[in-house]
């Protein structure tokens, strides 16, 4: 099993700021893609970006030149930076992860617990 933790969630200012990270961890795993989605409610859960092992990102277009997406390759973290944050951004943000363990090596996709982004005045 691959278990991935977020933390950085919280409540800020429209125009403000947050760093997310998700931590991966377990036994001798290895991972491909890591990416964010994010869920408000009423709502499906939306994708906002994913990064490759290689670095190559990707963005949904609404938070394209707002949010960057970072990996630390030997801390098995990930980064959401979010910038110029909207009321229309709260949302539960979860942390994905396109994983394989030594145990059967099939890849497997990989979901956080989630963390909270409020964005409001």
């Known amino acids: 099993q691959v278990q991935l933790v977020e933390s950085g969630g919280g409540l800020v200012q429209p125009g403000g700021s947050l760093r997310l990270s998700c931590a991966a961890s377990?036994?001798?795993?290895?991972?491909?893609?890591m990416g964010w989605f994010r869920q408000a409610p009423g709502k499906q859960r939306e994708w906002v970006a994913t990064?490759?092992?290689?670095?190559?990102?990707n963005y949904a277009d609404s938070m394209k030149g707002r949010f960057s997406i970072s990996r630390d390759i030997a801390k098995n973290t990930v980064y959401l930076h979010m910038n110029s944050l909207k009321p229309e951004d709260t949302a539960v943000y979860y942390c994905?992860?396109?994983?394989?363990?030594?145990?059967?090596?099939?890849?497997?996709?990989?979901w956080g617990q989630g963390t909270q982004v409020t964005v409001s005045s």
């Open positions: 994905n992860a396109v994983a394989k363990t030594a145990a059967d090596g099939i890849w497997r996709n990989y």
């Open positions: 990064i490759s092992s290689g670095g190559s990102t």
């Open positions: 377990g036994i001798t795993f290895s991972i491909n893609v």
